[in-house]
């Protein structure tokens, strides 16, 4: 595969953290939400090791704040959701699914609930700032929806709480899992919750204003010296081992919650005012007919899955699904993938065949993902 450079662009805007970021020696970015995301440092494999090991921290200010503040705002956030949120608290982070009117996905954020009649929600990669915009105004909310200055910065690792400590004080090993508190740096007050996109362990600071950007990063690397931080990305292995999924990647507007795995996170009978609503509730009544799966692709290493490979019955042309992501794991000696399943070749254990660049793969479906 040839690699392209990327070309500057004020479209593609760098982020309060870039300087650092090329600092500490980043080889890869891709684009994500109209920001530079980090995607290697060393390299994956590299990357993935360090990750598993010791701590690192992640420029995620691509993870763009839509908020939602007003009167309307909680009527709102039903609005975008399957989950009922009428018992969030502030103080909360909630794994949200966003669908439209067909109850197709749009986005998997996490929603952070500031106060009663304020919200941050922390989007994947699409531009769901229209749609709630749109929202809004066709239903004449009283909400003002902007996208706030705000910019995530993510500490992940094994050594994660301990760095954190020693930036933020004690207080910050009291923060419960999707939870945050607010926390003094510099004068400052700082959003900072126990969150993040692996399945190491960690936390997201969501940096405002951006004039922080540069001493808390410097802080948290003098800090953690001694636990070998270093500057990292959400690392393509482990993600997929987890079975983290990418929007735009391994799920689309084409897919609902429940094919995504995501039923647990749907509240349809009581989520009343989701937009959505209707139409998952004829999903739940009849059921998926495919699903997302983790899979474990035999041979060597694979290619790089940029389009997706089909899922073949073994020894047919009979096509069964598709894998979306994949990569060799060093860990579990085996190539892992996220592929979406047919109903009847979703059960663990199942044999199919994935069409690879180099050919089909022998294939096993696993009851979950690949957690030591």
């Not at 959505?276 to 790089?304: F, H, K, W, Y």
């Not at 070749?345 to 660049?357: K, N, Y």
Request: net charge negative; with cysteine; proline share 6%.
């Amino acid at each position: 595969m040839r690699n392209f450079n990327l070309t500057p662009s004020r479209r593609v805007r760098r982020t309060p953290f870039s300087d650092r970021v090329e600092r500490a020696g980043v080889e890869a970015y891709t684009v994500y939400n109209h920001m530079l995301l980090p995607t290697a440092f060393q390299s994956a494999e590299a990357d993935y090791h360090h990750l598993k090991r010791h701590v690192q921290v992640w420029d995620v200010s691509c993870q763009r704040q839509i908020e939602v503040r007003g009167r309307d705002a909680s009527r709102l956030l039903q609005m975008l959701t399957p989950r009922d949120l009428r018992s969030m608290m502030p103080g909360r982070c909630y794994y949200t699914p966003m669908v439209d009117e067909t109850g197709g996905m749009l986005n998997d954020p996490v929603t952070v609930k500031l106060a009663e009649d304020r919200y941050w929600i922390s989007i994947a990669d699409s531009d769901l700032l229209f749609w709630v915009k749109g929202l809004a105004y066709g239903f004449r909310l009283e909400v003002d929806i902007t996208e706030p200055d705000v910019s995530p910065l993510a500490v992940q690792g094994p050594q994660a709480e301990e760095l954190m400590s020693r930036v933020f004080g004690a207080s910050v090993r009291e923060i419960r899992f999707f939870r945050f508190s607010r926390l003094p740096f510099q004068g400052q007050e700082l959003v900072v919750a126990r969150s993040g996109y692996s399945k190491q362990g960690g936390f997201e600071i969501y940096l405002e204003p951006a004039e922080l950007a540069e001493p808390l990063w410097d802080a948290l690397m003098t800090k953690g010296a001694d636990l070998q931080v270093k500057a990292g990305c959400p690392n393509l292995i482990e993600r997929i081992e987890a079975q983290l999924l990418s929007y735009g990647n391994d799920m689309t507007r084409e897919n609902t919650p429940q094919e995504c795995g995501l039923g647990r996170f749907c509240d349809t009978l009581t989520a009343i005012g989701c937009v959505g609503r209707d139409a998952l509730l004829r999903t739940a009544m009849e059921g998926p007919v495919r699903q997302i799966r983790s899979l474990a692709v035999e041979g060597d290493p694979v290619a790089p899955c940029l389009d997706p490979w089909p899922l073949f019955a073994p020894g047919t042309t009979t096509q069964v699904g598709q894998v979306t992501s994949a990569a060799w794991s060093p860990d579990f000696n085996t190539n892992v993938a996220i592929g979406m399943v047919q109903l009847s070749h979703w059960t663990g254990g199942t044999q199919v065949e994935a069409e690879t660049p180099d050919g089909r793969r022998t294939s096993i479906v696993q009851n979950s993902a690949f957690i030591q």
